[in-house]
């Protein structure tokens, strides 16, 4: 009987590269108004080389853009970038459609929710508390609670763990198969995969069930506990 959903959270809650992507552009935007001396296809390209160096959520991206650029940091360039960059991020930052009910049918029919995600605890934090989405989980691990990222056992193991449960009365629901479902099966539990989310464009992701709207799960969640 499944008694728990774990999710992961960007790209299966929050549509998050559609968030970074509109925030870098308008940090780019307004460090080349502030006197950053390139355009805003060059510099998007050379700030995307570092975050897919250095990983999605890196923080310094800005810092190291400029001091690779220029070898020093200019304060007017940077801080102009910061606030689009954080205002854009939060005017772009959206639940996709239908999460709001099914998370709330979801607690409806008496099914824990949990979160497991390799953001950075403050990054993840922000973004459940923005979308007013931080009460409605039981159990949140980042990577800084387990520090080390999926598909590795360890983060799945203590959300089951603090959720007082086993992998069998857990589903997790995620959109990156190599991480979420390859991670979640290795320790027993089902899996859903969010293709909606994807960005791979994978084919087979070898999850249970494989889902283009998160509304779907309360159907599956229904199957697996005989619910008529």
Same mark, same amino acid.
């Given at each position: 009987?499944?008694?728990?959903?774990?999710?992961?959270?960007?790209?299966?809650?929050?549509?998050?590269?559609?968030?970074?992507?509109?925030?870098?552009?308008?940090?780019?935007?307004?460090?080349?108004?502030?006197?950053?001396?390139?355009?805003?296809?060059?510099?998007?390209?050379?700030?995307?080389?570092?975050?897919?160096?250095?990983?999605?959520?890196?923080?310094?991206?800005?810092?190291?853009?400029?001091?690779?650029?220029?070898?020093?940091?200019?304060?007017?360039? =940077?801080?102009?970038? !910061? %606030?689009?960059?954080?205002?854009?991020? +939060? $005017?772009? /930052?959206?639940?996709?459609?239908?999460? @709001?009910?099914?998370?709330?049918?979801?607690?409806?029919?008496? =099914?824990?929710?949990? !979160? %497991?995600?390799?953001?950075?605890?403050? +990054? $993840?934090? /922000?973004?459940?508390?923005?979308?007013? @989405?931080?009460?409605?989980?039981?159990?949140?691990?980042?990577?800084?609670?387990?520090?080390?990222?999926?598909?590795?056992?360890?983060?799945?193991?203590?959300?089951?763990?603090?959720?007082?449960?086993?992998?069998?009365?857990?589903?997790?629901?995620?959109?990156?198969?190599?991480?979420?479902?390859?991670?979640?099966?290795?320790?027993?539990?089902?899996?859903?995969?969010?293709?909606?989310?994807?960005?791979?464009?994978?084919?087979?992701?070898?999850?249970?069930?494989?889902?283009?709207?998160?509304?779907?799960?309360?159907?599956?969640?229904?199957?697996?506990?005989?619910?008529?």
């Amino acid at each position: 009987m499944i008694k728990a959903i774990i999710f992961d959270l960007d790209n299966t809650l929050v549509d998050f590269m559609t968030m970074k992507d509109r925030a870098i552009d308008a940090a780019v935007h307004a460090m080349v108004d502030s006197g950053l001396n390139m355009t805003q296809a060059q510099a998007k390209e050379k700030i995307n080389a570092i975050y897919k160096r250095e990983g999605i959520e890196y923080q310094q991206v800005f810092d190291e853009f400029l001091k690779e650029e220029y070898g020093c940091i200019d304060n007017k360039i =940077i801080s102009a970038g !910061i %606030v689009a960059y954080r205002t854009a991020r +939060e $005017a772009a /930052l959206k639940p996709y459609p239908k999460v @709001f009910p099914t998370l709330i049918e979801l607690i409806k029919m008496g =099914i824990k929710l949990a !979160i %497991v995600s390799d953001a950075p605890s403050n +990054e $993840a934090w /922000l973004r459940l508390s923005y979308l007013n @989405f931080h009460h409605l989980f039981d159990v949140i691990i980042t990577y800084d609670e387990s520090r080390e990222r999926k598909p590795s056992p360890a983060p799945f193991n203590l959300a089951l763990s603090k959720l007082n449960l086993s992998a069998k009365e857990c589903l997790m629901i995620g959109d990156w198969a190599d991480r979420d479902v390859v991670g979640a099966k290795a320790v027993g539990m089902k899996t859903v995969f969010a293709r909606y989310g994807d960005t791979f464009n994978t084919v087979h992701p070898g999850s249970d069930y494989d889902i283009n709207s998160i509304s779907e799960l309360i159907n599956i969640v229904k199957k697996e506990n005989n619910i008529v």
